[in-house]
């Protein structure tokens, strides 16, 4: 049995203001709403829905957001990263959130807004997530390792679940349920992940128009992506990058 860890839990929004703070315990980053850009010591990234942070006991981290943003901030014992599986998770703090995560965050976030959420809930819910974050990190290779790294490196190729299923060798039956036991998601949830992955990347950094994006990242038109934007991110492709415009202007 786990035993009760000191834990503190909340929901937090962050302004433009880049604040900076230490402390002596770990801290769970989980956006739930908007973006959040994070440093932690001299590493920095964009979390989101899709993707989450740990910052190390005595780490210095520093938040901002150009956007409406709510995020959980869950506050955690150091004690717990003293040893067993969740120390590695202090290796790589900037972590994507598999559906098995997110579904867990997307619950708490629930729980959160609608009032205080009570210890013997957040106490059972923690472990639980830092379990899934952990299996998420020592996942040991599979015959889906080619193919993720294939769709990784283009995911603008016109994918299906019967071209990928052909890629790695499999029956599309037995591409399913590889995605279900390894990544607890499905082939098409995955790609589009990895798609919104890539025209965040071409929004933030290039000049191109969205229309060309969405359809180099693989979505049908301008529409797909902006729609798949709102139900992921909440938020719309030229929103997205008039944010990142904004903020980059500020860091300068």
């Given amino acids: 049995m786990t035993p009760a860890l000191d834990l503190d839990l909340h929901l937090r929004s962050y302004g433009r203001e880049h604040w900076g703070d230490r402390h ?69 703090p900037f972590t994507p959130l598999a559906p098995a995560a997110r579904k867990l965050v997307d619950f708490m976030g629930i729980l959160a807004r609608q009032s205080p959420v009570a210890g013997a809930l957040v106490n059972s819910w923690v472990p639980l997530l830092l379990d899934t974050l952990a299996m998420g990190e020592t996942r040991p290779a599979s015959r889906l390792s080619a193919l993720l790294a294939r769709i990784e490196a283009e995911p603008g190729l016109p994918w299906s679940t019967a071209t ?64 798949a934007m709102r139900k992921a991110l909440d938020t719309t492709p030229a929103a997205y990058r008039r944010a990142m415009r904004e903020n980059a202007s500020k860091t300068q």
């Fill in 164 to 227: 990928m299923a052909q890629a790695a060798n499999l029956s599309v039956s037995r591409l399913h349920t590889l995605f279900r036991d390894e990544l607890q998601t499905t082939p098409h949830d995955w790609l589009l992940r990895c798609r919104l992955d890539q025209a965040r990347a071409w929004l933030a950094g290039s000049s191109r128009s969205v229309a060309d994006i969405a359809v180099a990242a693989g979505f049908a038109d301008q529409t797909s992506l902006t729609r």
């Fill in 24 to 92: 002596a315990f770990a801290q769970l980053v989980l956006p739930v709403e908007g973006e959040v850009l994070l440093d932690i010591e001299e590493r920095r990234a964009r979390l989101d829905p899709l993707h989450g942070a740990l910052i190390a006991p005595g780490a210095w981290h520093a938040q901002s957001s150009q956007a409406d943003n709510h995020s959980l901030i869950v506050d955690v014992d150091a004690a717990a990263f003293a040893g067993g599986p969740w120390q590695e998770l202090l290796a790589r």
